[in-house]
């Protein structure tokens, strides 16, 4: 793309000032640094070597050196990851294509150097030697690459990298989609000059006689410098919209509107002026898409090469037609043995509420609802080794000890990567913390604090076979303490299979109810063993430690086929009941065992929160008096897994915390202020305590359609009014909450919450206000008792 003298000289007059000159990119405000290596991050630059400007020759496609700044290429710096970047000097995309993208980068001619996504595959020597040295060229232009090169052509089949008249070997060259060839590594060499590194070949950009080309990093010197001077009119990286203005000068609110939502009601002298106004999300999986051997899910969160390969083809994973995504086709209840597998730009099947094996927590979607208000996400490590061993495709390992680090390393990248577009280290809204004192901090500055948690069967290897314990204390503690070290603080001891902490509540889900009691028995060498609950569950905690309670083979076996009856009543059949059900349901007869207390005992030493969800009620009911017994608030309900409002009830009175899943309209209202009515004393710090639990990509679903098509949401304010949202988009994907896909993706959090202030028509406006002054005190009451368990001492 061409540029004059006059725009080149405005820009310079600005003293080569990285954040101007923007290119009209649109994004959320950010602070800004004077790194030009960071603050290059989604600008708009050329390239200015001694000997001319780097220009882009479409016929030949290279990129060349020209003495015109009107020929001069306009490259839009995209952060691949902190530091490293992808040059595009040209986008286009018609409508329902992928687009059409020319990048700075090394040539695969012959397709052997990279995979199917971009990744470098090849040999580093091979590419150094087909690219050559500039600086040996320009020395000696009659023998540029020596024998390496015309080796290497001839065994392909040509003379001097030639085959026929395509050249094949390796080049610097313009390459037309992003791969790890195509990033360069940015680097200050003196005031208002950089480097350019190749990622793959650690060569360097240089200029020789008039020439553009590579060199070694140790011969790099002024032949490799380049001033990055910014400019306007590149063509922008695809990208996720937001969709979202922010009205206020402030920017996003720190906090939300206090006058309005607290001045009334029976919370308002709670809330002070320097606490938290915003929601939390107590359970989420955005890193799920490496759980199960990591080709369960398709789509990551982010993506070095951007949302294009993020979002692209599920049918990588799922297969032709999406036939081998079985979870999909079992658990969404969309009827079809097979499902639409494009994903970018048009998404015509996915992602929808219901759509089980697809991310829905893209990072730019996050960021949607962090500027409706989200202040907090608990992000759960998760798996399941069982499954992962049935599971025939995988490329991950199934020790989950392994696993949940693979996880870690990703969340983790995935700050940085946000980071990166935001200008450095540090400078992005999404950080994760291991303290309360460091989620005010964070909060406080705008951004989204990050909590990290486990939820997984058999946590830190500790199964149990035929009753039998697969770990001792002291691997136990030793692996507790290599996750606290990483920085998790919540742990849940018992989730979907019999462990050995101790018994799991049954699962009543169809579909998953019947895969995890199959895989109870294959994993621990048993059935579920079933008693029925008292109607007034208080266990006998002598009997806790014991092996379970002994019940009569034919006992046993009715219950067994009141399980397995349960679970067929609800296929769209309808079939007579087998046998009569107990009154009050089917328990776990198995509790908290000795391991188990031990394991109670070294959570509370290092002050975790516990996760109560998922245990079976006796085990819940140990982990309560223990809690009694030694005053500790760190309990958590995170995701409506205990099925009892008189737990709920408990658990907060101990000073724990509690999270709901998210509903529409009444229902959404109703559930939010059912936590109003809990008497004072049994808040934490007089707070309501009902957060969000989304469970985004943990096999569970978000919320279902709420409204009809058409209804008149867009465009609507956050609950603070400083933030105005449209309808988002993505790619060509226009998402509205009445397209008959419902919460399709973490980012229509903020069209769900407008819509049960707007349209929940059978409830007085005092009630949902009540309702959003439950749910937007969420973070801070989580925060408080966080503080709480961060105090807490051991009782004499």
């Not at 016929?59 to 700044?69: F, G, K």
């Not at 037309?176 to 940015?186: H, N």
């Not at 009902?690 to 956050?718: K, Q, R």
């Not at 969420?778 to 105090?791: D, F, G, K, P």
């Amino acid at each position: 793309m061409a540029h004059t003298n006059a725009k080149l000289a405005s820009c310079l007059a600005l003293g080569l000032l990285l954040a101007g000159c923007n290119g009209g990119r649109e994004s959320s405000p950010r602070e800004t640094t004077t790194d030009q290596v960071f603050s290059a991050a989604n600008q708009c630059f050329v390239l200015e070597s001694g000997e001319g400007f780097v220009s882009a020759d479409n016929d030949s496609a290279l990129y060349t050196l020209s003495a015109n700044a009107d020929a001069a290429a306009a490259f839009y710096f995209k952060p691949a990851r902190l530091g490293d970047y992808l040059l595009l000097s040209h986008y286009s995309r018609a409508q329902g294509e992928r687009g059409n993208k020319s990048l700075l980068g090394i040539s695969d001619p012959l397709g052997e150097l990279l995979d199917d996504t971009g990744n470098f595959i090849g040999e580093v020597g091979y590419v150094v030697s087909a690219v050559g040295d500039i600086l040996d060229f320009a020395t000696d232009p009659l023998a540029p690459l020596g024998g390496p090169v015309r080796d290497l052509g001839e065994g392909l089949g040509g003379v001097g990298g030639q085959l026929g008249d395509q050249n094949v070997a390796p080049r610097l060259a313009m390459v037309d989609e992003a791969s790890d060839l195509a990033v360069w590594t940015l680097t200050e060499r003196a005031p208002g000059k950089v480097s350019l590194k190749n990622a793959v070949t650690g060569q360097t950009l240089a200029v020789a006689n008039g020439q553009l080309g590579l060199t070694s990093a140790a011969r790099a010197a002024e032949a490799s410098e380049f001033r990055m001077i910014p400019t306007q009119g590149c063509d922008s990286y695809p990208e996720a919209s937001l969709n979202a203005t922010v009205l206020d000068k402030r920017g996003p609110a720190k906090y939300l509107n206090e006058v309005a939502l607290f001045t009334q009601g029976p919370n308002a002298s709670l809330i002070g002026d320097e606490d938290v106004y915003g929601f939390i999300d107590a359970h989420s999986h955005i890193t799920a898409y490496e759980f199960i051997g990591g080709r369960v899910n398709y789509g990551d969160p982010f993506h070095k090469f951007g949302v294009d390969h993020a979002l692209d083809n599920c049918a990588v994973n799922h297969g032709p037609q999406g036939l081998l995504g079985l979870v999909e086709t079992v658990t969404s209840g969309h009827g079809q043995p097979a499902h639409q597998t494009r994903g970018w730009p048009d998404f015509p099947f996915w992602p929808r509420h219901n759509s089980l094996q697809h991310h829905q927590s893209y990072y730019r979607w996050i960021e949607r609802a962090h500027l409706a208000g989200l202040k907090i996400l608990v992000n759960h490590f998760t798996g399941n080794e069982v499954l992962c061993q049935l599971n025939p495709q995988k490329q991950n390992a199934c020790d989950f000890e392994d696993n949940w680090r693979l996880q870690a390393q990703r969340i983790f990248e995935m700050q940085d990567y946000i980071d990166a577009q935001h200008g450095g280290p540090g400078q992005g809204w999404f950080r994760i913390v291991d303290t309360p004192a460091d989620a005010r901090r964070i909060i406080d500055e705008g951004k989204l604090a990050v909590v990290l948690g486990i939820e997984i069967s058999k946590i830190f290897n500790c199964g149990e076979f035929l009753g039998m314990s697969e770990c001792s204390v002291e691997e136990m503690t030793e692996r507790l303490d290599a996750a606290y070290r990483v920085g998790i603080r919540h742990i849940f001891p018992i989730h979907k299979f019999d462990n050995a902490f101790g018994g799991v509540v049954p699962d009543e889900a169809l579909g998953i109810g019947t895969v995890l009691y199959v895989g109870n028995l294959a994993e621990t060498g048993h059935m579920l063993e079933f008693e029925e609950c008292p109607e007034n569950f208080v266990s006998d905690s002598a009997n806790d430690e014991n092996a379970p309670n002994p019940l009569g083979i034919i006992d046993q076996l009715l219950f067994q086929l009141e399980y397995v009856e349960g679970q067929v009543q609800q296929t769209p059949i309808p079939l007579p009941p087998l046998i009569p059900a107990t009154e009050q349901g089917l328990c776990n007869v198995r509790g908290l065992t000795e391991i188990g207390h031990a394991f109670i005992d070294e959570l509370m030493k290092r002050r975790m929160i516990i996760e109560v969800d998922h245990s079976s009620r006796k085990v819940i009911d140990r982990i309560f008096e223990l809690a009694e017994v030694n005053g500790y608030p760190g309990l958590t309900s995170s995701h409506d897994w205990l099925n009892s409002e008189e737990l709920l009830d408990r658990l907060v009175a101990n000073g724990g915390n509690i999270s709901r899943f998210v509903s529409a309209r009444e229902q959404w209202v109703d559930r939010l202020n059912k936590v109003d009515q809990r008497p004072a004393s049994q808040m934490v710090a007089g707070l309501p305590t009902t957060g969000m639990a989304s469970d985004v990509n943990g096999i569970a679903s978000l919320p279902g359609n709420s409204g009809e098509a058409g209804t008149p949401l867009y465009p609507f304010t956050s609950v603070d009014g400083r933030v105005q949202f449209e309808e988002q988009v993505t790619g060509d994907h226009v998402f509205n909450l009445y397209e008959g896909r419902g919460v399709a993706h973490y980012g229509l959090y903020p069209d769900q919450i407008a819509d049960m202030q707007r349209y929940t028509s059978e409830r007085s406006p005092e009630e949902i206000d009540r309702a959003l002054r439950q749910f937007f005190s969420s973070a801070e009451a989580y925060l408080r008792m966080w503080e709480r368990t961060e105090a807490w001492r051991p009782l004499e």
